[in-house]
């Protein structure tokens, strides 16, 4: 059994998709990687065979007809056989040093018959166009280098959430969860980082900076206006997230904080996208979204409606949508999270 299943989602990769595999063969033969070419129209497809034939103990080829990415994220999830599972874009990559010692982590964990559900280390957002780099860490909310339980868990600030790139799970633990990804859809990596933590119990932190998330690919899906112009998919994953977990009934109050928190933070980037945007018919789907969330989950909607994200985004008028703009664009002058 493999340690360490990666999955590295493919569509139209040929540019790009060798580097990331690259820093995942660093590794060597605890890895298992999963490149799912999920319906190319270019060589990805014949890359992937060619690297899985040189490589044929790490890397095996899945080739399938389009499902996007969270139906190539189910697919890896599917055929993964590693004992802990990752998902990798194929334009990001990881640490080569980093990926050493989280391995060795891992790998001293199961020799010593200690599992745990969610190992977390940081990642860096590289943003290309500008060459800025930011590190999230998670020193502040999170016990170092030791098996924790949420109870151990300290609050998050704002920018801290536990996004995908940060996130390595057990493997058995994501398929107990009942995660779902809707095929076709973008931002599917929101569910994939919400809803398994509603069945997490043991966690570990290794502080090192593992995962380089790349930002400046044109066209990419975090961009501003591709995520304005997939805005129904962005409010579609909203509503699933908080139909896919009770988070009502998460007994530990730390958990149900974290993953509320998480809920806060997309709900947020949702109404603010539809804010920007500046269209009636937006700022109606906003109304909406609110709308939904109070009348289909009231006790969350009491949290996130007067939370400090839900009272901004709901200031009423022209001057509160002035107001929510100018915030968003600093923030993002600061932290440059698209």
């Given at each position: 059994m493999k340690?360490?299943?990666?999955?590295v989602p493919c569509y139209n990769s040929q540019d790009y998709m060798e580097h990331c595999i690259e820093t995942l063969l660093s590794g060597g033969d605890d890895m298992e990687i999963l490149i799912v070419n999920d319906g190319s129209k270019d060589k990805t497809g014949e890359?992937?065979?060619?690297l899985a034939e040189k490589y044929p103990d790490i890397i095996k080829a899945i080739h399938q007809e389009n499902a996007g990415h969270g139906g190539a994220v189910m697919t890896g999830l599917k055929n993964a056989s590693g004992i802990y599972f990752r998902v990798v874009d194929s334009d990001d990559w990881l640490?080569?040093?980093a990926l050493a010692q989280v391995l060795r982590r891992l790998r001293d964990l199961t020799k010593s018959g200690e599992y745990v559900d969610l190992f977390?280390?940081?990642y860096i957002y590289d943003k290309t166009d500008s060459g800025r780099k930011r590190v999230i860490k998670y020193k502040s909310a999170?016990?170092?280098?030791?098996?924790?339980t949420w109870n151990d868990v300290g609050k998050f600030h704002k920018w801290e959430n536990l996004l995908m790139h940060a996130m390595i799970y057990r493997t058995e633990v994501l398929r107990k969860s009942g995660l779902d990804l809707p095929k076709h859809t973008f931002y599917v990596d929101n569910l994939y980082c919400s809803v398994p933590l509603g069945v997490v119990e043991k966690l570990y932190y290794l502080?090192?900076?593992?995962?380089?998330?790349?930002i400046g690919r044109e066209g990419q899906s975090?961009?501003?206006?591709?995520?304005?112009?997939r805005i129904d998919q962005q409010i579609l994953v909203n509503k699933l997230m908080m139909e896919q977990i009770d988070l009502e009934h998460i007994q530990n109050p730390r958990q149900q904080r974290t993953i509320l928190q998480y809920h806060d933070m997309i709900?947020?980037?949702?109404?603010i996208l539809l804010t920007v945007s500046g269209t009636p018919e937006n700022l109606n789907k906003k109304r909406e979204l609110w709308n939904y969330i109070r009348e289909n989950h009231p006790w969350e909607y009491k949290k996130l409606r007067y939370s400090l994200f839900g009272v901004f985004m709901n200031l009423p008028g022209f001057v509160g949508r002035k107001l929510q703009v100018i915030f968003y664009r600093i923030a993002n002058r600061i932290f440059s999270f698209n």
């Open positions: 340690l360490l299943s990666v999955a890359i992937a065979d060619k640490d080569t040093d977390i280390s940081n999170l016990p170092e280098d030791k098996i924790f502080n090192v900076d593992l995962y380089h998330y790349y975090v961009q501003e206006q591709v995520m304005i112009k709900t947020a980037v949702t109404s």
